[in-house]
Nanobody
Framework: QVQLVESGGGLVQPGGSLRLSCATSGTIFNDYPTGWYRQAPGKQRELVASISLYGYTNYTESVKGRFTITRDNAKKTVYLLMSGLKPEDTAIYYC???????????????WGQGTQVTVSS
């Protein structure tokens, strides 16, 4: 069973930066794309960024130019570097995997506990 463990969240001021980490177990990491999702209070969970096995990336429009997703295959870890953070980025952030980069809006894995990101002055 693939487990995904998110970490790196916290409280940061507007304009600040954070790096989230998603540590995975199992072999699925080496075979499928991975993505970061977030859910703000009262809103549906949304796909924020995704990355293929070969490093191709997709971002939701609101984070383009501010967030960067990367993956370390040796460590089986996916990172989300967030800069220029805004209050509207406040949410619980989750990672998950999908069948293909095109279907990351419908991830295949179970959801972990996520990591809270709060952007506030």
């Amino acid at each position: 069973q693939v487990q995904l463990v998110e970490s790196g969240g916290g409280l940061v001021q507007p304009g600040g930066s954070l790096r989230l980490s998603c540590a995975t177990s199992g072999t699925i990491f080496n075979d499928y794309p991975t993505g970061w999702y977030r859910q703000a209070p009262g809103k549906q969970r949304e796909l924020v960024a995704s990355i293929s096995l070969y490093g191709y990336t997709n971002y939701t429009e609101s984070v383009k130019g501010r967030f960067t997703i990367t993956r370390d295959n040796a460590k089986k870890t996916v990172y989300l570097l967030m800069s220029g953070l805004k209050p509207e980025d406040t949410a619980i952030y989750y990672c998950n995997w999908g069948a293909s980069l095109a279907t990351m809006s419908s991830p295949r894995g179970s959801w972990g506990q996520g990591t809270q990101v709060t952007v506030s002055s």
